[in-house]
């Protein structure tokens, strides 16, 4: 294949609206897997975008009275505001109205449609359609009074001719390929859904609209602009060159994993591998979808504005704390309740409590018995399990974000901070220190404790990149953890002594338990 990069995405958003915590969800998953795999000492991808074409952007532009590119303009602006402060580090960012997108989507669409198995045609469609889901509905789906079942908004009835794409003639290779392929869609329950939906026979669908134009006009037949799937999906090899850079191309595709939410899985290994296989192209590697986010028990909507902005929980917790939070609560994979008081417990217990108090104690004794300088660790590692345990933590660490086990990677992590936290308390360095006579243990309690530190520092930086920097500034290293590989980082020693550390102010200060007014 030639692929020499670890190539991963969020999905497009959608610039009809501005972001709530469960877009911010997927992309702090996705940053998290980026950043430990740039770790390893990968060549990673890392891509996200908004998806900005539409009936339903155009009528947000109309009603906010702008014009379509002006609005899409300023809702990218909003979202690229949002993931710098989260941290997301992409290496691209894509909006499906740059030139560099139109001329990928004319080159599948021309690709697919020449294949020579009439892969493409014009048929005619009418029926009850949601602007909201830009999907058609039949009498039957709809909620009482011609609603949306989903949006419980009016639909409207739309007759039209459109291309569409046959999908249809796709079942049994996409059968093959994931029966070849168990490892393509995760989690397992999202991939027997998609194995019975193939099973269950697949519709063509309409890949065009005439109805409205703020799109990309089809090669053959510009009085049609591409619909929504030929549009948003192919995001992912415009990005990687598909049109303009083969070669890049081919080091790049196929994607390792495309990250998405439940609801977008059926586009995701269904449509797009099928329009991938008739353009002559390589299916993506993985897609993972996982689970949504609700609040208070509820759902949150998209299209109604009752979503939580992620700066609200910012401004409060603080971004590491954000990203830990999320990372570390919802087993990924599994839809998540949000509640500020399981955010605060967290916070408290294993960052306040947990990492934070470790890092104050540990540099506050070096601090004050040892003048703020790493010792040497003269009776050596002997009497303590830390580099053993964090050998073991490591390696678990390592296993579960090879396997997307997100969650379970995060809490390898803290059982070092748990150990390192009862190891002073066995070791009471506090004691050690008023007894001279044992200042060569107090110094081998120290070191062991400030080099765990260090080994913290360069393993949460995935996790959160904005305290591992400052820890690791903390522990008197140069540069940033981020500069680290992994897994020569991880091996014991790499603390000299002699080095100056200095507390500074708390990483995780406390949080009262209410919310605030
Ligand atoms: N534009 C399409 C995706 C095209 S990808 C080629 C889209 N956009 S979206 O803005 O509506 O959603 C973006 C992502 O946010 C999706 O993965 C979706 O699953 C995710 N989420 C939206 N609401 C969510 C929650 N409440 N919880 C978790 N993820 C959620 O769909």
């Known amino acids: 294949m030639g692929r020499d990069v670890f190539y991963i995405t969020t999905p497009i958003y959608y610039a009809n609206d501005v972001p709530h915590i469960g877009h911010a969800y997927n992309a702090v998953n996705t940053d998290f897997i980026a950043r430990y795999h740039r770790l390893r000492g990968e060549r990673v991808f890392h891509l996200t975008g908004t998806d900005e074409h539409g009936l339903k952007v155009q009528r947000a532009a109309e009603a906010n009275g702008v014009s379509a590119k002006e609005w899409v303009d300023r809702l990218e602006a909003s979202w690229r505001e949002v993931w710098a402060r989260l941290d997301i580090a992409y290496d691209d960012y894509i909006r499906t109205t740059e030139p560099r997108h139109a001329e990928a989507v004319r080159k599948i669409l021309t690709a697919v449609k020449d294949n020579g198995r009439d892969d493409i045609y014009l048929g005619s469609y009418e029926g009850w359609y949601c602007v909201s889901c830009e999907a058609y509905y039949t009498e039957a789906d709809l909620a009482p009074g011609n609603l949306c ?3 419980e908004r009016p639909v409207e009835f739309f007759r039209e001719e459109n291309y569409f794409f046959r999908l249809s003639a796709y079942a049994d290779r996409l059968l093959e390929h994931y029966d070849t392929h168990p490892e393509a869609i995760e989690p397992e329950t999202r991939r027997n859904e998609v ?8 519709q063509d669908f309409s890949i065009s609209r005439t109805t409205f134009d703020w799109g990309i006009p089809l090669p053959w037949d510009e009085t049609h602009v591409a619909y929504v799937w030929f549009d948003a999906l192919t995001n992912y090899i415009t990005a990687a060159g598909y049109a303009d850079d083969p070669e890049r191309f081919a080091s790049v595709w196929p994607s390792n994993i495309h990250s998405i939410g439940k609801d977008i899985l059926r586009f995701h290994a269904v449509y797009w591998p099928a329009m991938l296989m008739a353009a002559g192209v390589e299916p993506p590697m993985q897609v993972w979808a996982h689970g949504f986010l609700t609040v208070g028990g509820k759902k949150m909507s998209k299209t109604n504005l009752t979503g939580i902005h992620p700066f609200q929980l910012i401004d409060e917790f603080g971004v590491d704390s954000y990203r830990y939070f999320w990372l570390r609560q919802i087993a990924w994979g599994s839809d998540g309740d949000f509640s500020w008081e399981a955010m605060v417990e967290r916070h ?7 990492l934070g108090n470790l890092v104050s104690r540990v540099l ?3 601090e004050s018995y040892l003048d703020g300088v790493v010792p040497e660790p003269s009776v050596g590692d002997a009497e303590s399990d830390l580099p053993d345990v964090i050998v073991d933590a490591a ?3 390592d ?3 090879i396997q997307v086990e997100l969650h379970k990677a995060v809490a390898a992590v803290w059982s070092i901070v748990d150990r390192a936290n009862g190891y002073l308390v066995e070791k009471e360095p506090w004691k050690l220190a ?3 006579e044992r200042r060569a243990e107090l110094e081998s309690v120290l070191y062991a404790s400030a080099e765990t530190l260090r080994i913290l520092a360069v393993l949460i930086q995935p996790i959160m990149p904005s305290a591992a920097a400052k820890l690791w500034r903390q522990l008197g290293q140069d540069g940033d953890p981020s500069d680290q590989r992994l897994p020569d980082a991880s091996v014991w020693g790499g603390l000299g002594p002699g080095t100056k550390v200095y507390k500074g102010d708390a990483l995780f200060p406390r949080l009262e338990a209410g919310e605030p007014a």
Not at 195 to 202: E, F, N, Q, V
Not at 348 to 354: K, M, P, R, V, Y
Request: overall charge positive.
């Open 364 to 366: 506050a004794m070096i």
């Open 399 to 401: 296993d579960h974000m």
């Open 434 to 436: 008023k007894d001279p």
């Open 149 to 151: 079942p989903i949006h």
């Open 195 to 202: 194995l019975s939906l193939i099973r269950g026979g697949l």
């Open 395 to 397: 390696k678990r660490y």
């Open 348 to 354: 408290n217990a294993d960052l306040a409590n947990g």
